[in-house]
């Protein structure tokens, strides 16, 4: 049965753990050969589509999803008729690594509204530490050869560099965020690698750089070119989401994974075979279960809820990273609102970052 007493705003559904890189970032287990069913995919479509709330987000990945574009389609075309039917507002997003990416699949994404998010670093050093074949060779070149094509048929404000930031690179992070910005992404997104260890100097690094970072998108505002880190687009959406869903991880965490499971963490951070009955909260054939089939937003059970269920080994360091990018783009973003009071270039910096967030991340506005 559909999950009703708390909001599911984002779903993410890992089609496939296959996939034609071998990252040394990733924990996908690319041997598992598992593919979700298109039967699992429409009863997940159905739980976020019936939750209360009327803006939801799709978010399709793997692996590699783009190695199963048949059932890529056919979940997309799902999910959308059941959306028109049910009033809601759905946007669709695709994270991929960029090497499949011809002219028809990127017509597809064109021709249904899908925003796409491609894993690429804007240096080859730094793209090809983490991003290889299962060869070693890196896939920098690869991967760029396909840029011209993609922005010939997305609209760049569709399209966003996933740049995830290996401890390793930490003090390349803005030089990696100025070059991904000089090969024409406009919204880049820069995430931090969980599973390695993040020493202190690492961290230090990457505060700095992302001071950095903050600084040039500032200078380019400026200047009248506006450059949108993606985590301001969260930021945007979080100020307008109800307070009881702000820490309730149905809310922007529910992911299906190709077996047909729920969880809340990412299916590219965790050792499936080892973690998979400690993270599972159900499977889409049958629902949610145990203290998840009953939950109710803002009640007793939700105390401590966040706490009990985040207890993986391993992930900590990342998630030091993770809050010192937030608290970097929080800033930038209440400086960003703050000089948007005058008319001027942060005004209308300002402006496109919500405009953004209606484009892509249905914030309530057009139907599916």
């Not at 009703?4 to 970032?25: D, N, P, W």
């Not at 609209?155 to 991904?180: E, G, S, T, Y």
Request: proline share 5%; hydrophobic share 45%.
């Amino acid at each position: 049965m559909p999950h009703c007493g708390v909001e599911i705003q984002k779903l993410k559904i890992a089609l496939t753990s296959g996939c034609c890189l071998a990252c040394r970032h990733c924990g996908v287990d690319k041997a598992l050969g598992a593919r979700v069913s298109l039967p699992a995919a429409r009863a997940a479509v159905r739980a976020l589509l019936a939750s209360p709330g009327k803006g939801k987000r799709l978010e399709l990945y793997g692996g590699e999803p783009f190695m199963e574009f048949g059932l890529m389609k056919s979940v997309v075309r799902y999910a959308r008729a059941r959306a028109r039917a049910g009033g809601k507002a759905l946007s669709v997003s695709v994270a991929s690594n960029g090497l499949l990416l011809d002219r028809e699949r990127l017509e597809f994404l064109r021709d249904n509204a899908i925003n796409l998010s491609v894993s690429f670093s804007g240096l080859a050093a730094t793209h090809n530490f983490t991003r290889v074949f299962g060869d070693g060779r890196g896939s920098f070149s690869a991967v760029a050869a396909r840029l011209p094509l993609l922005f010939s048929v997305l609209d760049p404000r569709d399209v966003v560099a996933l740049d995830c930031v290996h401890p390793a690179n930490a003090a390349r992070a803005a030089a990696d965020f100025k070059a991904l910005a000089r090969r024409g992404f406009r919204v880049i997104n820069v995430e931090c690698v969980h599973g390695p260890a993040w020493p202190s100097a690492a961290l230090e690094a990457f505060k700095a750089n992302l001071a950095e970072i903050c600084s040039f998108v500032e200078e380019k505002i400026a200047a009248g070119v506006f450059i949108y880190p993606e985590p301001l687009l969260e930021l945007a959406r979080a100020s307008a989401a109800p307070a009881s869903s702000l820490n309730c991880p149905f809310y922007r965490d529910l992911e299906l994974y190709p077996d047909g499971s729920y969880a809340f963490y990412p299916f590219a951070f965790i050792d499936y075979a080892r973690d998979i009955d400690k993270v599972r909260i159900g499977k889409a054939a049958r629902g949610f279960e145990g203290r998840y089939a009953s939950c109710r937003a803002g009640s007793a059970a939700c105390r401590g809820c966040v706490s009990s269920y985040y207890r993986l080994p391993g992930l900590s360091d990342g998630s030091f990273a993770y809050r010192a990018r937030e608290a970097a783009f929080r800033r930038l973003f209440a400086g960003v609102l703050k000089r948007a009071r005058k008319a001027g270039p942060y005004r209308d910096y300002a402006a496109g970052v919500f405009a953004l967030l209606e484009r892509n991340y249905a914030a309530g506005g057009e139907l599916a």
